[in-house]
């Protein structure tokens, strides 16, 4: 295994029919690995789009299943979305250790739940702030400068509740220059798999 520096790229609210082949095709001419956050329904509604991005080596973490905020919902409400969201997502072969909860925003519970299910809350250091519909070159500019080993990058391979744009051509055209820019600064774009295995052999 490599030892280089690595920085996480992760992406929210998928697998999409249109949007995530895409984006797995940027990933594979880029050589990189990411992370993604999937909307266990979608995951079971698209079976062959959850196991390709399986088959490529990148990971299926947990986002949910009901996009609905922690601080909107009951714990007991959270424990059911995510018991429902793992089996989902076992149906199609992923066993998720990483979860981002929607929007990022946690309850004075959320650490709680997440010990109970074995899952490890994952937020972000670097928000593309894709959903706004931006160009490609105009998040680079926004994210590049602070870009350092070890963070962990907010996308989105779906149109989640809050986009408002109408699709994710945008973020596909940043995947190639994200990773190149990630390179530039001694850094591997990898999953956070790898991330947790290291952190546990430390
Ligand atoms: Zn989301």
Redesign the pocket.
């Known amino acids: 295994m490599r030892r280089d520096p690595r920085i996480f790229p992760t992406f ?2 998928g697998p999409h029919p249109l949007w995530t082949p895409k984006i797995l095709s940027e990933l594979r001419r880029a050589d990189a690995k990411a992370t993604f956050f999937a909307v266990a329904p979608l995951a079971l509604r698209y079976p062959e789009i959850t196991r390709r991005i399986m088959d490529d080596g990148h990971e299926i973490a947990f ?2 299943t009901r ?1 609905i905020r922690h601080t909107e919902m009951t714990e007991e409400e959270v424990e059911e979305d995510v018991e429902t969201g793992l089996r989902s997502l076992r149906k199609v072969g992923a066993s998720p250790r990483m979860w981002r909860p ?2 990022g925003m946690l309850a004075p519970w959320s650490e709680r739940v997440a010990d109970d299910f074995g899952l490890e809350i994952s937020l972000w250091d670097s928000d593309t702030r894709d959903w706004r519909g931006d160009s490609a070159e105009a998040m680079l500019g926004a994210v590049a400068p602070s870009l350092s080993a070890g963070d962990t990058v907010l996308m ?1 391979d779906g149109l ?1 509740p ?1 986009a408002t744009r109408d699709g994710c051509e945008e973020t596909v055209r940043l995947v190639a220059p994200l990773a190149a820019r990630m390179r530039d600064i001694g850094c591997e774009p990898d999953s956070l798999a790898v991330k947790e295995h290291r952190g546990a052999r430390a």
Do not use: V
């Open positions: 929210d609210d986002h949910c996009h929607p929007w989105h989640g809050g």
